[in-house]
């Protein structure tokens, strides 16, 4: 089909349920995993690259944005 491996996916709401879910299967598929969540699980942390952030507050979007175009660019 295509190759995934190394790309960059950010995923919201991916500390439980669907959101998890679709984070464990495009991981196994070699992308790197950022997820943006209120809260996390300390379960996954060394598997996925965390941003705990509430995108219910705008003022703090922007911020966030920058931090992960640091981090993987």
């Known amino acids: 089909m295509f190759n995934l ?12 349920g669907i959101g998890l879910e679709l ?5 196994k598929e ?10 996390f699980d300390k379960k996954n942390k060394k598997i996925f ?3 705990k952030n509430d995108l219910n507050d705008y003022k ?8 992960i175009v640091i981090k993987f660019n």
């Not at 491996?5 to 439980?16: D, E, L, V």
């Not at 922007?62 to 931090?67: A, E, F, M, N, P």
């Open 23 to 27: 984070a464990l299967k495009l991981k």
């Open 60 to 67: 703090k979007i922007s911020s966030l944005i920058k931090k």
């Open 5 to 16: 491996k190394n790309k960059n996916i950010i995923i919201t709401g991916s500390n439980q």
């Open 30 to 39: 070699g992308c790197n995993i950022i997820r943006i969540d209120k809260s």
């Open 49 to 51: 690259y965390d941003f």
